[in-house]
Structure formats: structure tokens, C-alpha cells
């Protein structure tokens, strides 16, 4: 007997190389052997085999395997793997979600010939129309930019693909509608947002003139009047005249002077389908950039319609990089944009006091027509805390509310020690507002200030008692004040919350408070990240099994975060929340960034296995040092993979210094 186990181990390297060579040859010769010829292998086979298949083979089997109740999960990670590197966590925990992540990644990559190590081993594979067609079918995010000739050339039936199933698009740079070669961009743009299902916006470069075009038509009622002038234009000269909008602080990046024969490029014709270009008797060049007429023009005759072009709607508008110029062209669109549901404005800078009021008075405007349908504002950077109030009195009908606060050392203050609310009118004018109740559902506040208006973010929660989601960050207070008013405020008013995250805050003398909000509470999500919450207390073993103890109480409540609180040995009590009569629902506990040493992380999953969790535990143990003894961290993850879904990724001793000063 034991000959015969020995021989079977020798055997087992060589089955396996044997296996890999045939898992090999069943992806380069795919084609040949057929779908039906994967299908008809047993189930484990096919398990195996999927991690060495090609996105596109992947693809094509997915449906025939899902029916067979086979999930290609395995293989798409193993893509993910492949691409991002075995130290990248990958958290993906549906077949379509890790589908839908491969083919985002890739095809930008592959669509615009940008490169990567994946793509440059995978080439053969990826760069076929077969690929780009699948990855089509499955992105919801198409992000512009050069070149995109394709699309109304060879690759035109990708276009009507992606008019189909794009909801979102983004655009990458900034298009100078003086060029002739920028044509094409505005045509794709036109019919991604017009012609197709798109309804969300992301723009990541300051470009007026642009932002100018882009919304011109598509819910707002106003129109520019250089725009105006600019788009019916038939002349390239007239182009040139358009830079008087740069009078009205909506300059672009690039020149808007430049004439139709600036350079050897802008004569190119767009694609091979159409010439754009036209002469008058005089023999200048002329062009447009009415999106009607750029239809009209690049779209082939067979598929040309009679009427006009429908105007698509923007309802989600996103600007990575807000500069004042963009945010004036915005304000004169804001007051009849009354199809935009949610609006996101973020600055590279702080936001001037005058930029944040120009925007309240535009805001205020749209709130006054009962036609508006702002319900999600998102804004960052604020200079101080108090604007965050002018905004919601600006914005009365606005249920999900994400600011980001910067404090600066210089520059005006707007009423700065004024105890009330304030409220712009269109005039300018500052007037008192009672304390409305307020329709905020979620609520988002992520500052970066020497102290915080503590009374200020209290009143607002008080004034919010149907929030369902709260996100406060780094809120600093006074010596000798505590965050424990901001909990007990939240015990009072906040009946229906749902998801609470505190970020960045010192939370060690809040105990009490914790224990009496999770007393009668219907949380789902709870987070208390780098809050320090151990650091005072005295006894820390005790002190945790009472916090425990509480979340065992809440029975909605399935996912867990106390990352960066220096757990350390203290771990090990957690590892309770799953034992006695009625254990925890959590469903994912984060613990990463605690300094959890191996034989720490050991003696919790010899406790975890004791009392493994009633559902499998999604368990984050990044950034904890394993290797200082990797055979204890490996044999750890061993116990607790029967139950867990690990993510852990590698850790690097040098590291631990900048992990302790950060925790401490």
C-alpha cells in the first residue's frame, strides 16, 4: 500500500503538466474542436479549463454553461488576475460583475490601441472585431476620445451596437470645435446622446466652449448666444469670431482663433463614408458643427432619416475638473435643466466663496419650478462648512447630499460665526431661514478643516429624519469636546438609518453612545474606519466584547468595518460575533490595517472555526503583516478558507512602520 501511494504522488506532477498541455491545445484550437466539443466534458473538467480560455471563448460559452448551471465566475477572475497581478485584491463577487469588469478594462485598451502586459501577450486574441463586438454588448461607460474615425468608417456597426447599450459617457479631452478633425467626436458624441440610451455625462477637462455644446439642446432651455452663432455657422471663418465667448470667462484650453486652413490636419476628411468639407464660388472651406447637419453628413444615404434628429436628455452630469468658467456656462444652463436627477461637481482647487454662490442662486432658481428633478448634489471642494447649508436651502428638494470640505487660510469668510441658517435669493441677498425639515436621504461629509462646526453638522442631522445613509470624515474638534454628541444625535432623529460610516474621527470615548445607538437600531452597514477606537479604553478585551455583544443585537446588520483601529490581539474577541444562541448576521467583516500579527490572525480562526459564521464570511485582511511569519499567516487562511472568502494581498515589512504611525 504505501509503494502504490508513493507512485501515485510521483504520478501527480506529471498528470497535472499533462492537464495544463491539453487545457492549452483546447484554447488555440478552439475553433476547430467546436462549443458542443467543451460542453460534453464533465463538469470538473470544465471548471478547470475555464481559467485558460480567452475572453471571447469565455464569452461564447457563458450562456450554454449558465444553462447547464455552470458559472464562468472562475474564469473571468482568473482574467482579472492575469491582467492586475497576484498582489491586487479582487472583490468581485458575481460571474457579471467580473465579466462586466474585463471587458471595461479591456476595451478602451484594445479600441483606441493603447497597450498593456496583458494585452501585448493576448493580442492575437483581443484585437478582432469578434472581441470588440462582445465587449460592446456588455460596457455601460464609453469613454471619448481620439481618434474615432473608426466609428463612421469600418467600425460603424459598433457604433449602432453602442448607441444600444451605452447609458454612460465620459469625455477625456478637451474637443476644440474650431478643428475640422474634432467633427468626428462630436458626430459619435451627438449619436451616443441623442440618437442613443445614454442619459449620464462625465466630463474630465475644463473646456467652456465644450461643456457649452454639449448641453446646448439637451434639457436646458438656454441657448448661448456665441453658441448659438458658433453652430450655424457655415463658414470657418466664422469660428474664429466665436472666441468673444472666451469675453464671458468660457474660454477653452485651445485656441478657438484658429481658421479652417490652420494646419495640414484639420484638412483631413473626417472618414471615407463623407466629405464634410464644401465649396462656395469663392473657394473657401466650409464646416459646421450643428449636430443635425454633422448627421446629415456622416451618415451614409441608405440610413439618412427625413425629419431632425431627436435631442437626447441629460439626466446624470458629471465635471471631474469644475473651474469657474465651467461653472458659469453651467449656472446659465442650471435654472430650466429640468430633466438633470443628479449633479457631481468636483474642483482640483477649492471652490471660491463667489463660485459656490453663483451656483446657490442657480440652484435656488431651478428648486422654484415644479418641473425640477435635482434630487442628488454632489460638490467638492468647499471652502468652509456653513456654504454646505446655503447649498441645501438653495436646494429644498435634494434627498442625497455629498460634500467635500477644504479649509483655507486666506480669502473672505461668508458669516462665519452666524448660529442660523442663511438662504440666497436671486438677487444675492442674504435672509434668515427657519429650520426646515429637510428631505435628505443620504448624506456625505468628508472634511479637512483644523476644527469643525460640530453644532452645525448636529443641526443638520436633527433636520434630516428621514436619512437612511450617513458618510462623515475626518471631522476634528475642539480639545475637550467629543464626537459623542454627533452619535447621540443620531440616536434621537436618525430612526430609519441604514448605512453609518464614520471615517477619520476619535471615537475611544464614545462607547456609551455606540452601545446605545446599536440598541435600537435597523443598520445594514456600519463602518467605524480609523476612529481609534481602542485607544483610551482601559480595558480593551472587555471593552470590545461589549461592543460585541451589541452588534449581535442587530440583526439587519451584514456588513461590518472596523479597519485601521489597531485590533492587534484583540482580534481573537471578534471571532464571538458567530457563538451562542443568537449569533451575528454579518455577511462581510473588513479588519484590514489593524496590525494583525500570524499567530493572532491563527488563534482567531481556531475561535472562528469553533463557531463558524451561519452564512460564508467575506473576510478583508489586507495590509497585515504575514509575512512576518508566513507559514503561520498561510496556515491561518487555511482554517478559515472553508468558511471565508478571503482578501488579502501581499504585505511588505517596510511598510509596517508607516502602517503603525498611521493606526497609532
Not at 116 to 131: A, E, G, H, M, W
Not at 152 to 171: C, D, F, M, N, Y
Not at 392 to 398: M, Q
Not at 441 to 450: D, F, I, Q, Y
Request: proline residues 6%.
Amino acid at each position: 500500500m504505501p509503494d502504490t501511494v508513493r507512485n501515485a504522488n510521483q504520478r501527480a506532477p506529471k498528470e497535472i503538466y499533462l492537464k495544463e498541455i491539453c487545457f492549452q491545445a483546447v484554447r488555440e484550437h478552439y475553433a476547430a474542436l467546436g462549443i458542443e466539443a467543451v460542453l460534453d466534458l464533465p463538469t470538473p473538467l470544465i471548471t478547470d479549463l475555464l481559467p485558460h480560455l480567452t475572453v471571447c471563448q469565455l464569452d461564447e460559452l457563458q450562456p450554454a454553461l449558465n444553462q447547464r448551471g455552470i458559472s464562468t465566475h472562475s474564469g473571468w477572475i482568473g482574467v482579472l488576475q492575469d491582467m492586475c497581478g497576484p498582489n491586487h485584491v479582487i472583490d468581485f463577487n458575481t460571474e457579471e460583475a467580473a465579466k462586466h469588469e474585463v471587458m471595461r478594462m479591456l476595451f478602451t485598451l484594445v479600441f483606441y490601441g493603447f497597450t498593456n502586459p496583458f494585452v501585448k501577450r493576448n493580442i492575437t486574441n483581443l484585437n478582432t472585431p469578434s472581441f470588440l463586438w462582445a465587449a460592446a454588448k456588455c460596457i455601460k461607460h464609453f469613454l471619448l476620445t481620439t481618434p474615432v474615425e473608426r466609428l463612421t468608417a469600418e467600425q460603424r456597426p459598433l457604433l449602432e451596437l453602442l448607441e444600444k447599450r451605452i447609458g454612460s459617457v465620459g469625455v477625456s479631452q478637451c474637443i476644440d470645435l474650431s478643428k475640422r478633425k474634432t467633427q468626428t467626436a462630436l458626430y459619435v458624441l451627438h449619436r451616443l446622446l441623442d440618437h442613443g440610451v445614454a442619459k449620464k455625462l462625465v466630463v474630465h477637462v475644463q473646456c467652456p466652449i465644450m461643456l457649452s455644446w454639449i448641453l446646448h439642446g439637451r434639457g436646458s432651455q438656454y441657448v448661448n448666444p456665441e453658441l448659438r452663432n458658433l453652430m450655424h455657422s457655415k463658414r470657418a471663418s466664422c469660428i474664429s469670431q466665436a472666441a468673444s465667448f472666451s469675453a464671458d470667462g468660457a474660454s477653452c484650453s485651445s485656441s478657438l482663433e484658429a481658421g479652417a486652413s490652420e494646419d495640414q490636419d484639420d484638412q483631413a476628411t473626417p472618414c471615407k463614408r463623407s466629405r464634410l468639407e464644401y465649396y462656395e464660388e469663392s473657394g473657401e472651406v466650409n464646416f459646421t458643427v450643428d449636430p443635425q447637419v454633422l448627421c446629415q453628413s456622416f451618415t451614409p444615404c441608405d440610413g439618412r432619416s427625413s425629419g431632425a434628429c431627436p435631442w437626447g436628455q441629460i439626466e446624470c452630469l458629471e465635471i471631474r475638473q469644475c473651474g469657474s468658467n465651467s461653472l458659469r456656462v453651467l449656472n446659465s444652463a442650471l435654472p430650466t435643466f429640468f430633466c438633470l436627477r443628479s449633479l457631481t461637481l468636483h474642483s482640483i482647487a477649492t471652490f471660491r466663496d463667489s463660485d459656490v454662490l453663483g451656483l446657490a442662486r442657480a440652484l435656488k432658481q431651478l428648486s422654484e419650478s415644479p418641473h425640477s428633478s435635482l434630487t442628488d448634489l454632489s460638490i467638492s471642494v468647499l471652502p468652509y462648512t456653513r456654504l454646505m447649508g446655503i447649498l441645501l436651502d438653495a436646494s429644498p428638494n435634494v434627498t442625497s447630499l455629498h460634500v467635500e470640505i477644504q479649509t483655507v487660510m486666506w480669502g473672505p469668510r461668508f458669516l462665519p460665526h452666524h448660529p442660523r441658517m442663511a438662504e440666497l435669493d436671486v438677487s444675492g441677498a442674504v435672509k434668515l431661514l427657519p429650520k426646515l425639515e429637510l428631505p435628505l436621504e443620504k448624506l456625505a461629509v468628508k472634511v479637512a478643516e483644523l476644527q469643525t462646526d460640530l453644532h452645525f453638522i448636529t443641526s443638520v442631522l436633527c433636520r434630516s429624519p428621514h436619512l437612511t445613509s450617513l458618510h462623515v470624515a475626518g471631522m476634528r474638534l475642539p480639545t475637550g469636546s467629543s464626537q459623542s454628541q454627533l452619535l447621540t444625535a443620531l440616536s434621537e432623529s436618525s430612526h430609519f438609518l441604514r448605512t453609518l460610516n464614520l471615517e477619520d474621527m476619535k471615537l475611544s470615548d464614545c462607547l456609551p453612545e455606540i452601545l446605545n445607538l446599536l440598541r435600537d437600531c435597523k443598520l445594514e452597514e456600519l463602518r467605524f474606519n480609523d476612529c481609534r477606537l481602542l485607544e483610551k479604553w482601559s480595558d480593551k478585551e472587555e471593552n470590545l466584547q461589549q461592543l460585541v455583544a451589541a452588534l449581535k443585537t442587530v440583526p439587519s446588520l451584514h456588513t461590518l468595518s472596523l479597519a485601521q483601529n489597531r485590533l492587534a490581539k484583540n482580534v481573537c474577541v471578534l471571532a464571538e460575533l458567530f457563538s451562542g444562541p443568537s449569533p451575528s448576521s454579518v455577511k462581510r467583516l473588513d479588519i484590514s490595517s489593524n496590525f494583525i500579527q500570524p499567530a493572532e490572525l491563527l488563534e482567531f480562526a481556531k475561535r472562528l472555526r469553533t463557531h463558524p459564521p451561519l452564512n460564508r464570511l467575506t473576510l478583508d485582511l489586507r495590509k497585515n503583516p504575514g509575512d512576518r511569519d508566513p507559514d503561520t499567516w498561510n496556515a491561518a487562511l487555511k482554517r478559515l478558507r472553508p468558511f471565508c472568502v478571503l482578501l488579502v494581498e501581499g504585505w511588505n515589512s517596510t511598510d509596517t512602520m508607516a502602517d503603525h504611525i498611521s493606526n497609532m
